[in-house]
């Protein structure tokens, strides 16, 4: 699993900033629902994120998926840690809990600029 | 590659025997699907662990010939 050649661009990429997030086309031009729809919750709060094509490449398109054992896209990583994909966050932003997530691992949130 | 929502319905159903498992088809193409499972199961887990033994209950087809399953997981309260 780990001579995946893939894994190495993954796991640089994971490590590059805080929030990162895996995603079929752009933030600015998404190609997919599920995509768009974390990209706009991330945009809501305010979150800086870099954000990986998957579309580019498609080793990582499919190395991703062994990467994370988690078998479709988006994929949101925070501080090297898998979150979830796109239900997974929308429910936890529904519920409030992704917030707590950012807060509680020290991740600037706009909306919270002023505390 | 569609589908049918009574396959992920016993596929789910077989590796949770305990679920209860909502399925509904909202595109009516066969191809996009939402799922609502309840388990006991799921007690104690993360979501993303709730979420990964439905995928690993669907065996490979997520992501494959089942493009698109919202999915919605939880213990019972």
Redesign the interface.
């Given at each position: 699993m780990s001579d995946n050649p893939a894994f190495e661009q993954i796991s640089g990429a994971i490590k590059s900033d805080d929030v990162v997030l895996f995603m079929k086309g752009t933030p600015v031009f998404p190609q997919c629902g599920?995509s768009s729809t974390v990209v706009q919750i991330l945009s809501y709060l305010g979150v800086k994120f870099s954000s990986v094509n998957v579309l580019d490449d498609m080793d990582v398109r499919e190395g991703i998926?062994q990467f994370s054992?988690?078998?479709?896209?988006p994929q949101l990583y925070v501080k090297g840690e898998?979150?979830?994909?796109?239900?997974?966050i929308r429910?936890?932003f529904e519920e409030g809990e992704l917030r707590d997530v950012f807060a509680s691992k020290g991740i600037a949130m706009e909306e919270q600029a002023e505390a | 590659m569609a589908m049918a929502a009574a396959e992920i319905e016993k596929l789910i159903r077989t590796a949770l025997p305990d679920a209860e498992v909502t399925i509904a088809d909202l595109a009516g193409d066969g191809d996009h699907y939402s799922a609502v499972v309840t388990s006991p199961s799921f007690a104690g887990m993360t979501?993303?662990q709730q979420?990964?033994m439905v995928?690993d209950a669907l065996e490979?087809r997520?992501?494959?010939e089942l493009h698109?399953l919202?999915?919605?997981t939880s213990a019972p309260k």
């Open positions: 599920f998926k054992n988690w078998p479709t896209i898998f979150v979830g994909g796109c239900d997974i429910e936890m | 979501r993303v979420h990964k995928y490979g997520m992501g494959g698109a919202a999915l919605q």
